[in-house]
């Protein structure tokens, strides 16, 4: 019954969230091509470089929807951590992501802000 009306309503703050800033995830995670391996492979390089700047981002795109979700910014940094755990490849000096990024995104963000 609940499961009904939450999708009548449009589904969960979560999913909302991930479509709303997928984009932005997107450009950032971009941005990783740019960056040695071991610094993607450093969690607090990688924070202050790429997770720091998209969390800004994502706050002010998404107008006050971060609220909705408990302790976001902890979540979004852990969340993006996974994405990179999961969408990134490195290979020797070579970094990379994975070729059917567009489709796995979505996935992968949601799937990682519900576990965080």
């Given amino acids: 019954m609940f499961g ?14 991930v479509d709303k800033i997928s984009p932005l995830v997107n450009q950032h995670l971009e941005k990783v091509l740019e960056l040695a391996p071991g610094i993607v492979n450093d969690d607090e390089q990688f924070t202050k470089i790429i997770i720091d700047p998209a969390y800004l981002a994502v706050a002010v795109s998404a107008g006050g929807m971060t609220k909705l979700i408990p302790k976001f910014e902890a ?7 996974h994405v990179r755990d999961k969408l990134v490849v490195i290979d020797g000096d070579t970094v990379s992501l994975v070729n059917d990024l567009p489709d ?10 519900n576990k965080a």
Avoid: D, N
């Avoid at 009904?4 to 969230?17: F, N, R, Y």
């Avoid at 979540?75 to 951590?81: D, P, Q």
């Avoid at 995104?105 to 990682?112: D, G, V």
């Fill in 4 to 17: 009904k009306l939450k999708s009548a309503v449009g589904g969960s703050p979560s999913q909302k969230i």
């Fill in 75 to 81: 979540r979004f940094t852990m969340a993006f951590l």
């Fill in 104 to 113: 796995k995104l979505k996935e992968t963000l949601l799937e990682s802000l």
